[in-house]
């Protein structure tokens, strides 16, 4: 089973950029399609970006899509989360995690591993 640990989170300016690393232990890494979710206060937890096991084909929420890269690279065992142009909205707790499915898709119950999650505080 894959154990995930976030890092690379805090406090930002507006416009400012953020680079949140997620390291994997304990499983295949090269099996896992691998995703960033953000939960702020008071909300549901909301997909952000998704990449395929290969790192061929990446999906992104409007939100993220222009502003936000994920990448990962399978030798590392480490997905990234590139975050640019960074705005107060986007302050939230951000959660790596990782599904066994051949595609997991958007949606949070298509991932079965989950990291701790890393704080993002963007200052207005």
């Known amino acids: 089973q894959v154990q995930l640990v976030e890092s690379g989170g805090g406090l930002v300016q507006t416009g400012g950029s953020l680079r949140l690393s997620c390291a994997a232990s304990?499983?295949?890494?090269?099996?896992?399609?691998m995703g960033w979710f953000r939960q702020a206060p008071g909300k549901e937890r909301q997909f952000v970006a998704t990449?395929?096991?290969?790192?061929?084909?990446?999906y992104y929420s409007d939100d993220a899509k222009g502003r936000f890269t994920i990448s990962r690279d399978n030798a590392k065992n480490t997905v990234y989360l590139q975050m640019n142009s960074l705005k107060p909205e986007d302050t939230a707790v951000y959660y790596c995690?990782?599904?066994?499915?051949?595609?997991?898709?958007?949606?949070?119950?298509?991932?079965?591993?989950w990291g701790q999650g890393t704080q993002v505080t963007v200052s207005s």
């Open positions: 995690a990782a599904s066994s499915r051949v595609v997991a898709g958007t949606s949070r119950y298509n991932y079965n591993h």
């Open positions: 304990g499983g295949t890494f090269s099996t896992y399609v």
């Open positions: 990449i395929t096991r290969s790192g061929s084909s990446t």
